[in-house]
């Protein structure tokens, strides 16, 4: 059992599935047609609290420090380039979040498309290498320990209620964008 690693892996569902959602809204703004701008929101907000806060949250303060101290290095290792792409996508949302703010539907579609582009790799680089590493390196008891602070920072960072609110987010715009999906 590896509850932490688990709800790491549970929470890139949900934002995979966002950014399918953004990637539809990202090709609506390049044509032009059937963009909108409040959901665009809607999903900016969701990628800097739930991803960005919430998720990169639990694995920057709890999941990496514990790994270097199971001996997994951080300069030139996976953890190194995680962090990396967590900056990168930090400046995605920032550029997406500018380019709406502006008006400017082709700098969003671009921004939108580079951060899903980047997070999917991201995600399956997460998924396939580092969280398996976590779950050979520690045990069963740092897991649990692990999974007490993700609890945590869920309470104190986005608040009560605000992790469901964003999983019913994440199932009406994927109703509504993603409908037609197989």
């Given amino acids: 059992m590896h509850p932490a690693t688990q709800q790491l892996r549970d929470e890139h569902e949900g934002i995979k599935i966002m950014l399918r959602v953004l990637e539809v809204l990202a090709d609506r703004a390049r044509e032009g047609t059937g963009f909108d701008t409040g959901d665009a929101g809607k999903i900016i907000e ?3 609290v739930f991803a960005d806060t919430c998720h990169h949250g639990k694995e920057e303060e709890f999941l990496f420090p514990a790994l270097e101290a199971a001996g997994i290095p951080r300069q030139g290792g996976p953890v190194g380039v995680m962090l990396e792409e967590h900056e990168s996508g930090r400046a995605f949302i920032k550029a997406m979040s500018e380019a709406l703010a ?7 579609a671009q921004a939108a498309t580079n951060y899903a582009t980047l997070l999917n790799a991201h995600i399956q680089k997460e998924n396939e290498v ?3 590493m976590a779950e050979g390196v520690l045990s069963p008891q740092e897991q649990e320990q692990l999974f007490t602070c993700f ?4 309470e104190e960072r ?5 992790h469901e609110a964003f999983h019913a987010l994440i199932d009406t715009l994927a109703a509504k964008y993603l409908a037609g999906e197989g």
């Fill in 158 to 162: 986005i608040g009560p209620g605000v």
């Fill in 130 to 132: 580092l969280f398996k």
């Fill in 151 to 154: 609890e945590r920072i869920e």
């Fill in 102 to 108: 502006a008006g400017d539907r082709q700098a969003f």
């Fill in 46 to 48: 969701f990628l800097r």
